[in-house]
C-alpha cells in the first residue's frame, strides 16, 4: 500500500514551506518516524519524520522548492505495491502548470520571441483576477505580504494558485521574475524596465537568492555598483539565511532604532556561580551558565518598566503581561530565538533547564513553531565568541533587545581605589517609537542594580 507524504503545517500561520534537504532517495527504506526531510518556514526549520514505514517510492518536490501545506512531497511503498493514490499529485501538480496553460497564445511570438515564454505566463493570469478578487478577502502568508509590499505589488491583482486561491511565495516570484508589478499598471512602460535594475541584470544574482525581497535590500544598498569582478565564486544562501535577512531588513525599515549602553560588575554573581556550579550540575544534571541571572534581571526591568515589555499595532501600544523571552541560539547555518514562555514564573533552575532544551532542539532542528513565537522581549550574547559589546537589531514585533558583552577581569575605581572585578558591557536596542531614552536607561539600571545585588539563591 502506497502512503503519501504531505507538506505539514507547521503553526496555524504558515501555509507553506520549503524543502531544503531529502535524508533519503528513492529507493531507500524508511521505517516510521525516521526524519525523512528538512523543511524551513518563516518561523523554524525542522526535521519531518516519516509517516510510515517501506520503501521510499518517488519524490515529487526537489530540494530548494517551496509548497502549500499538505501539498504530495513524496510517496512511501509500504508493501511494493503499485501508487494506490495518485490522484492527490494532479490536484496539486495543476498549481505551477497552470501559469504555464496561458503561454500557447502565440500572438506575442511574431514581434518578440525570446520573452514570450515568459511574459504571457504571467501577464495573461493577472489579467483575469482582478474582478475576481475584488471585493474579495486576500489570502496570503506574512512572508508573501512583505514580499509584495516590498516590491509594491498589489495582491488584489495576483492569482493565486495555492489551496482555496491562496497567494503563495512562488505567486510573487512569477511576478517579480517577470517584472509584471501590478503597481505600474497605468504606465505600461514602467514594467519591461525593471529586468534593468542591478539585481536582474547580474546573472548569477537569482539562483543565490528566491525570495526577492533581499534583491531590494542588496538594490538599495549597492544600485549600481559592480559586484562580480576578479576571482570570485557564488554561493547561493540557504532558506534560513534569506528569511533571517528579510526579518533584519524589515526591522530595521520599521523600527527606529536607538541604542543604550551600561557596565555592569558581575563580581558577586561571578563568585556565586564559580562556588555553586558544581553543585548545581551534580544535583541538577545540568550546568549553570551566567543567562538564568541575566534573563532574570531582564525579568526585573521589563516589571518595573512595561513599556519595554510591549508591541506596537499602528497607533496602539500594546502592553503585554505575560514576560516571554527570546533567547538568540546560534546555528552553524544561522540564528534562530527561541521563546522561553512564562519567564517571570521560573527560578534560576527553571530558566536554565528551559534554555538548555531549547538550544539542543534548535541545534537538532525539533523546534515547534509556537517556540519560537509570542515572545515579548529579547536577549542576544555576543560575548560569549569574546565580543566586547554589539548593537543588535530589534526582533520584530518586540520594542527592545538585551546584548550581553563579555565577562572578564578589569580594574576599576571602588571608593578612590582600584580593584579587580568582573565586568560587562551591555547594550539597549529599543524602539523610539515607543520607548524614550529616559526609561530605556531606567531599565538598564534595574538590570544592573538586580545583578550587582543579587540576592536569590541558586541552589
Given at each position: 500500500m502506497?502512503t503519501?507524504?504531505?507538506?505539514?503545517?507547521?503553526g496555524e500561520?504558515i501555509?507553506?514551506?520549503?524543502?531544503?534537504?531529502?535524508l533519503?532517495?528513492p529507493?531507500d527504506?524508511?521505517?516510521?518516524?525516521e526524519?525523512?526531510f528538512?523543511?524551513?518556514?518563516?518561523?523554524?526549520?525542522?526535521e519531518?519524520?516519516?509517516?510510515?514505514?517501506?520503501?521510499?517510492?518517488?519524490i515529487?518536490?526537489n530540494?530548494?522548492?517551496t509548497?502549500?501545506?499538505?501539498?504530495?512531497?513524496a510517496?512511501?511503498d509500504g508493501?511494493?505495491?503499485?501508487?494506490a493514490?495518485?490522484?492527490?499529485?494532479?490536484a496539486?501538480?495543476p498549481?505551477?502548470?497552470a501559469?504555464a496553460?496561458p503561454?500557447?497564445p502565440?500572438a506575442?511570438?511574431p514581434?518578440?520571441?525570446?520573452?514570450?515564454?515568459a511574459?504571457?505566463?504571467?501577464?495573461a493570469?493577472q489579467?483575469?483576477?482582478?474582478?475576481?478578487?475584488s471585493?474579495?478577502?486576500?489570502?496570503s502568508s506574512?512572508?508573501?505580504?512583505?514580499?509584495?509590499a516590498e516590491?509594491?505589488i498589489?495582491?488584489?491583482?495576483?492569482?493565486?494558485?495555492?489551496?482555496?486561491g491562496?497567494i503563495?511565495?512562488?505567486?510573487i516570484?512569477?511576478?517579480?521574475?517577470?517584472?509584471?508589478v501590478?503597481?505600474?499598471?497605468?504606465?505600461?512602460?514602467?514594467?519591461?524596465?525593471r529586468p534593468?535594475t542591478?539585481?536582474t541584470?547580474?546573472?548569477?544574482?537569482p539562483?543565490?537568492?528566491?525570495?526577492g525581497?533581499i534583491?531590494?535590500a542588496?538594490?538599495?544598498?549597492?544600485?549600481?555598483?559592480?559586484?562580480?569582478?576578479g576571482?570570485?565564486?557564488?554561493?547561493?544562501?540557504s532558506?534560513?539565511r534569506?528569511?533571517?535577512?528579510?526579518?533584519?531588513?524589515?526591522s530595521k525599515?520599521?523600527?527606529?532604532?536607538?541604542?543604550?549602553?551600561d557596565?555592569?560588575d558581575m563580581?558577586k554573581?561571578?563568585?556565586?556561580?564559580a562556588?555553586?556550579?558544581?553543585?548545581?550540575?551534580?544535583?541538577?544534571e545540568?550546568k549553570?551558565?551566567?543567562?538564568?541571572?541575566?534573563v532574570?534581571a531582564?525579568?526585573?526591568g521589563?516589571?518595573a518598566?512595561?513599556t519595554?515589555?510591549?508591541?506596537?499595532?499602528g497607533?496602539?501600544?500594546?502592553?503585554?503581561?505575560?514576560?516571554?523571552i527570546?533567547i538568540a541560539?546560534a546555528?552553524?547555518?544561522?540564528?534562530?530565538?527561541?521563546?522561553?514562555k512564562?519567564?517571570d514564573?521560573?527560578n534560576?533552575?527553571?530558566i536554565?533547564?528551559t534554555?538548555?532544551?531549547?538550544?539542543?532542539?534548535?541545534?537538532?532542528?525539533?523546534?515547534?513553531?509556537?517556540?519560537?513565537?509570542?515572545g515579548t522581549?529579547?536577549?542576544?550574547n555576543p560575548?560569549?565568541?569574546g565580543?566586547?559589546?554589539?548593537?543588535?537589531?530589534?526582533?520584530?514585533?518586540n520594542?527592545g533587545i538585551?546584548g550581553?558583552g563579555?565577562?572578564?577581569?578589569?580594574?576599576?575605581?571602588?571608593?578612590d581605589s582600584i580593584?579587580?572585578?568582573?565586568?560587562?558591557?551591555?547594550?539597549l536596542?529599543y524602539?523610539?517609537?515607543?520607548?524614550?531614552?529616559?526609561?530605556?536607561h531606567?531599565?538598564?539600571h534595574?538590570?544592573?542594580e538586580?545583578?550587582?545585588?543579587?540576592?536569590?539563591?541558586v541552589?
Amino acid at each position: 500500500m502506497a502512503t503519501d507524504v504531505v507538506m505539514p503545517q507547521m503553526g496555524e500561520s504558515i501555509f507553506e514551506g520549503t524543502i531544503t534537504k531529502w535524508l533519503k532517495k528513492p529507493g531507500d527504506k524508511v521505517e516510521r518516524d525516521e526524519p525523512l526531510f528538512e523543511i524551513s518556514t518563516d518561523k523554524v526549520d525542522a526535521e519531518i519524520p516519516s509517516p510510515s514505514a517501506g520503501v521510499l517510492k518517488e519524490i515529487k518536490v526537489n530540494e530548494g522548492q517551496t509548497v502549500p501545506i499538505q501539498t504530495v512531497v513524496a510517496v512511501i511503498d509500504g508493501a511494493g505495491s503499485a501508487a494506490a493514490a495518485p490522484a492527490p499529485t494532479p490536484a496539486k501538480t495543476p498549481a505551477p502548470q497552470a501559469a504555464a496553460a496561458p503561454a500557447p497564445p502565440p500572438a506575442a511570438r511574431p514581434a518578440t520571441p525570446p520573452p514570450a515564454a515568459a511574459a504571457p505566463t504571467q501577464t495573461a493570469p493577472q489579467a483575469v483576477p482582478v474582478p475576481q478578487r475584488s471585493g474579495e478577502r486576500i489570502h496570503s502568508s506574512p512572508l508573501v505580504r512583505r514580499m509584495a509590499a516590498e516590491r509594491g505589488i498589489d495582491l488584489t491583482t495576483v492569482p493565486g494558485t495555492g489551496a482555496g486561491g491562496r497567494i503563495s511565495k512562488q505567486d510573487i516570484e512569477a511576478v517579480i521574475a517577470a517584472g509584471a508589478v501590478p503597481a505600474a499598471a497605468s504606465t505600461p512602460a514602467a514594467a519591461p524596465a525593471r529586468p534593468a535594475t542591478p539585481a536582474t541584470s547580474v546573472a548569477p544574482a537569482p539562483p543565490a537568492v528566491s525570495g526577492g525581497q533581499i534583491h531590494v535590500a542588496f538594490e538599495s544598498a549597492v544600485p549600481r555598483e559592480k559586484i562580480y569582478f576578479g576571482n570570485y565564486q557564488v554561493e547561493p544562501m540557504s532558506n534560513m539565511r534569506q528569511r533571517i535577512a528579510e526579518h533584519m531588513v524589515a526591522s530595521k525599515r520599521v523600527s527606529a532604532h536607538v541604542y543604550s549602553v551600561d557596565e555592569i560588575d558581575m563580581t558577586k554573581v561571578a563568585s556565586l556561580r564559580a562556588k555553586a556550579k558544581d553543585e548545581f550540575e551534580q544535583r541538577y544534571e545540568t550546568k549553570l551558565t551566567f543567562m538564568p541571572f541575566f534573563v532574570k534581571a531582564a525579568v526585573a526591568g521589563l516589571r518595573a518598566f512595561p513599556t519595554m515589555n510591549a508591541s506596537l499595532d499602528g497607533t496602539n501600544v500594546v502592553l503585554h503581561k505575560e514576560i516571554n523571552i527570546g533567547i538568540a541560539v546560534a546555528l552553524d547555518w544561522g540564528l534562530i530565538v527561541p521563546v522561553v514562555k512564562g519567564a517571570d514564573e521560573k527560578n534560576v533552575l527553571g530558566i536554565q533547564r528551559t534554555l538548555n532544551d531549547l538550544a539542543e532542539r534548535a541545534r537538532s532542528k525539533k523546534l515547534k513553531p509556537e517556540e519560537v513565537q509570542e515572545g515579548t522581549f529579547s536577549i542576544t550574547n555576543p560575548g560569549v565568541f569574546g565580543g566586547l559589546f554589539g548593537l543588535p537589531v530589534i526582533s520584530q514585533p518586540n520594542v527592545g533587545i538585551l546584548g550581553l558583552g563579555m565577562i572578564e577581569k578589569r580594574p576599576v575605581v571602588i571608593n578612590d581605589s582600584i580593584a579587580i572585578r568582573s565586568m560587562c558591557y551591555v547594550t539597549l536596542s529599543y524602539d523610539h517609537r515607543v520607548v524614550d531614552g529616559a526609561v530605556a536607561h531606567r531599565f538598564l539600571h534595574q538590570v544592573k542594580e538586580t545583578l550587582e545585588n543579587w540576592s536569590e539563591p541558586v541552589l
